[in-house]
């Protein structure tokens, strides 16, 4: 085929058809494109630039056209790898062809004998060119079949069994059930798509993400493994990876966007992959974004199903427009652990958003809605705002304020106001009260007994152990309760003290020369005993004169110490972290008003050693 020019010095190359090849072979249904091309220069002794000039012709050629057995595959010359050549060692010395799934991109493991392919001379050290001039060996003369392979991982062959099964059309037992009904362009896809997702969490732009190409075995042998991993233990595998990309973005950025976190895997999910094959995929990554996903998602968002688009997170505006509170008071429930909820500030607009759980979000809506404030409760009741503030500690102990501020609103429960004004649910109307009865706003305001023996009044009226005949009806709330005055007179005398032993909370503040909120704090928190001084009442706590006596050896207030010490109290606290001495409960520890300090000897050593050094200095 080689013809001489006119002075017969400089060879050219004319076309030849095969047919007038001196060896012809016959192409075998398993060989591969290039294989066979690649033996059909090698058994006539020609060179890869003199392929070029071979015409193959289909008719004397069987089946050379198509290297693919399935007619609905359209593969072209994106699903080839023409770059390197690769095979398995173990079958090409079993069957010297060079097979047709060695050339498909991904192709990366032999099903027969669990290993991985190879591209390289373990000789030269070089890849297998296509170039070669000999099929079964190297051109540093390394024969192909006397290069070992390595294990490979059973995922890995699994996804080249299901290459090879939609290649074949194969019937057989699926090794990946979830990607059994793809073909050959739709898997490899699924391999580009998990295996360069998995590179964006190393840190590599997604440009250079693309720059990895499959027709590299060591390049190739990472994607294979990232999707095999994802695809062997799918969808619990799937989901593992989404968390880690989302904690690697939340890490470093301040912001809530789908596509800033999973970046061109989430456009390339939704434009690319067309179709309804890709949906198993796409059902997995919405239900991890319901499940698991930070962050609000817009309404707007057309590319996820509708069912999927409101989230499991709430933006902090709605949130509070739906439970009708203020920044502040969400931002306080957040920070309490009340409900699950985060803020950050974007780097973009430098404003701060805050996202709810919306689990926690319905629950803490009903909880807001049994619940009401101090001005409400009051005028339920009929009672004054002055006796109100008188009653609340005792009557309602545990009411909450929302914030620490002074004018903070105070929180009450619902139910322990309709406790008290479910008496009256029973009771006729009466527009005059007769002898010897008399209403309980009477003896609120006549009666000198004290706002804890008027508490006691109101929790016997709501227990049943007096028992009101009628309400006036030119009075409101409790105030129209009319009382029997013998029955009512003869209970007050008896009333008394429910333990000689004991003080009540408001006692325990005063005998210490602390606010009530502080007392609270300390009974709420676990620092002095208390008990129920009566199972009727709602949670009246009282303290035993030995929790009184336990508490002041066991604690003291520091802003006492301090002020003997003619010294502040940070200051204090600064000097006793030398030694290793730090305060139990605190404003910057756990939101007490008064800074408590636990007696031990090391402590009184270590403000003996202060006092001492303040008399040095002085």
Not at 202 to 215: A, E
Not at 256 to 277: A, I, M, P, Q, V
Not at 357 to 373: C, G, Q, R
Not at 597 to 617: G, P
Request: with cysteine.
């Amino acid at each position: 085929m080689n013809s001489h020019s006119l002075n017969g010095t400089s060879p050219e190359l004319a076309s030849v058809r095969f047919s007038e090849l001196l060896v012809r072979p016959r192409r075998r249904p398993s060989e591969g494109k290039m294989g066979y091309m690649k033996r059909v220069l090698s058994e006539n002794n020609l060179t890869r630039s003199m392929a070029d000039q071979v015409i193959f012709n289909n008719q004397d050629v069987q089946d050379f056209s198509s290297c693919s057995k399935k007619p609905n595959q359209n593969l072209g010359k994106r699903n080839w790898n023409v770059k390197h050549a690769r095979f398995c060692p173990l079958c090409l010395s079993l069957d010297p062809i060079w097979k047709i799934e060695w050339e498909l991109r991904h192709f990366d493991a032999c099903p027969i004998h669990q290993c991985w392919l190879v591209d390289e001379c373990s000789k030269c050290g070089k890849n297998i060119s296509w170039g070669r001039q000999q099929l079964l060996s190297c051109d540093c003369s390394k024969p192909l079949t006397e290069i070992k392979s390595t294990v490979c991982p059973p995922s890995v062959v699994a996804i080249s069994a299901e290459l090879l099964r939609s290649l074949n059309e194969s019937r057989g037992v699926p090794h990946l059930p979830v990607i059994t009904h793809l073909q050959i362009d739709e898997i490899q896809r699924v391999v580009k798509l998990f295996g360069y997702n998995k590179h964006l969490e190393k840190g590599l732009s997604p440009t250079k993400t693309f720059i990895i190409s499959p027709d590299d075995m060591k390049k190739s042998k990472v994607l294979a493994e990232i999707c095999g991993e994802v695809l062997g233990a799918w969808p619990e595998s799937f989901y593992s990876s989404l968390a880690f990309i989302e904690q690697e973005y939340r890490s470093d950025a301040n912001e809530n966007r789908l596509t800033k976190c999973f970046g061109s895997f989430y456009t390339r999910l939704y434009r690319d992959l067309e179709g309804t094959d890709y949906d198993f995929i796409r059902k997995a990554f919405e239900n991890y974004l319901v499940s698991s996903w930070r962050g609000a998602i817009a309404e707007r968002n057309t590319r996820l199903a509708s069912g999927k688009r409101a989230g499991n997170w709430l933006p902090g505006s709605l949130a509070c427009k739906e439970l009708s509170i203020s920044p502040k008071r969400l931002d306080k429930m957040i920070s309490d652990g009340e409900i699950d909820g985060y803020t950050y500030t974007s780097k973009k607009s430098q404003r701060n958003r805050t996202y709810v759980n919306k689990a926690d979000f319905d629950k803490k809506k009903i909880d807001l809605a049994s619940t009401i404030d101090l001005h409400e409760a009051t005028q339920l009741l009929g009672l004054s705002k002055k006796r109100m503030a008188e009653l609340r500690a005792t009557l309602f102990p545990l009411a909450e304020k929302l914030f620490s501020s002074k004018k903070s609103q105070w929180s009450i429960h619902r139910s322990y106001v309709d406790r008290i004004l479910a008496v009256s649910d029973s009771l006729l109307p009466c527009k005059y009260v007769e002898r010897g009865l008399i209403t309980f706003g009477h003896v609120m305001r006549y009666w000198k007994l004290g706002s804890e023996n008027i508490a006691k009044l109101i929790e016997a009226v709501a227990s049943g152990r007096i028992k009101p005949v009628s309400v006036s009806s030119q009075k409101q709330g409790i105030c129209s309760w009319v009382l029997p005055v013998d029955e009512l007179s003869s209970y007050i005398g008896t009333l008394e003290r429910s333990d000689e032993a004991s003080i009540t909370v408001q006692e325990f503040a005063s005998r210490l020369q602390m606010k009530q909120e502080v007392a609270y704090f300390l009974v709420r928190h676990h620092f002095v005993e208390s008990f129920i001084a009566d199972e009727d009442r709602v949670k009246q706590s009282r303290i035993t004169m030995e929790a009184l006596a336990k508490f002041s050896n066991t604690y003291v207030f520091l802003s006492g110490i301090a002020k003997k010490m003619n010294c502040s109290s940070r200051g204090l606290i600064s000097r006793l972290q030398k030694f290793g001495i730090c305060p139990v409960a605190g404003p910057t520890i756990d939101g007490c008003r008064q800074v408590i300090m636990r007696r031990t000897r090391d402590f009184e050593l270590a403000i003996e050693a202060i006092a001492h050094e303040q008399r040095k200095d002085a």
